[in-house]
């Protein structure tokens, strides 16, 4: 009776490992043709390789062709997690980190996270506001947490840095200028919101930003920043006094 039992437990075990294997080693073309996903956000140039270890080719208007590559770990599946390293490759950005997804908790881990968006993009992203900066922004040693059901930031670390350089930014009817140090905007989450508090590298606070659940987003400019411009303000204030505020809803859920 007990071998009996040992081999029921061993052809189960056989049977999961065998549809695990077959998952990972389909090819991901024909996943891609299968799924047939419209309305997409961006243009499907390419897709390689399997769900194992695969690669997309996609491109947007605002960060032009960008390549996504994977490696997945499949004996976490076995667990019920995702793990897998993933990279991101464009001229102007790239990403690199360390991803495991929960499918029972929904939740989203990303560890080791390091890259660098150009300051290209970020005119692009910023040009309404018609400011344009010159340096690289670098991502470094940076963990997230990020919980899909409730859309809460639990645990974040890590940080941005800005090498400085030229800023350009309107000006009452005309442009201005102006040589900025480097910046750094350290990461953190409070009350389940991402937030980065950005200083000089002497510590000195300069700005903020947050991120709520709900797809709202906040800028607060200190008065330093304004020292650190060379403009000057109408009114006496203290240096981390908040001078600018803004406040966006950049996605909803």
């Not at 073309?29 to 299968?34: H, I, L, S």
């Not at 997409?40 to 390789?49: Q, R």
């Not at 989450?189 to 930003?209: D, I, K, R």
């Amino acid at each position: 009776m007990a071998k009996a039992k040992g081999n029921k437990r061993l052809i189960a075990v056989s049977i999961v490992v065998y549809i695990v294997c077959l998952i990972v080693l389909m090819p991901l073309n024909v996943v891609y043709r299968v799924l047939a996903p419209s309305n997409l956000p961006v243009d499907v140039l390419a897709v390689s390789g399997t769900l194992w270890q695969g690669e997309v080719v996609v491109k947007h208007p605002m960060s032009g062709q960008v390549s996504s590559k994977w490696s997945l770990h499949p004996l976490s599946l076995l667990a019920g997690n995702i793990q897998a390293e993933l990279s991101v490759h464009s001229n102007v950005a790239e990403l690199r980190s360390q991803l495991t997804f929960n499918a029972l908790t929904q939740t989203l881990t990303m560890d080791d996270t390091n890259g660098f968006v150009s300051a290209g993009l970020v005119n692009r992203v910023i040009a309404q506001s018609k400011t344009q900066i010159n340096g690289d922004i670098e991502l470094t040693n940076t963990n997230l947490v990020y919980d899909f059901l409730s859309g809460e930031s639990d645990q974040a670390s890590g940080q941005l840095v800005w090498m400085g350089g030229q800023v350009n930014y309107p000006k009452g009817r005309n442009m201005a200028s102006a040589n900025l140090p480097m910046l750094v905007a350290k990461l953190s989450s409070q009350n389940s919101e991402l937030q980065a508090n950005v200083a000089t590298v002497e510590g000195v606070q300069v700005a903020s930003a947050s991120l709520k659940k709900d797809g709202w987003a906040n800028v607060a400019v200190r008065k330093a920043m304004i020292d650190l411009v060379g403009e000057r303000w109408p009114n006496k204030v203290s240096a981390d006094a908040v001078v600018f505020e803004i406040s966006e809803r950049i996605f909803t859920r």
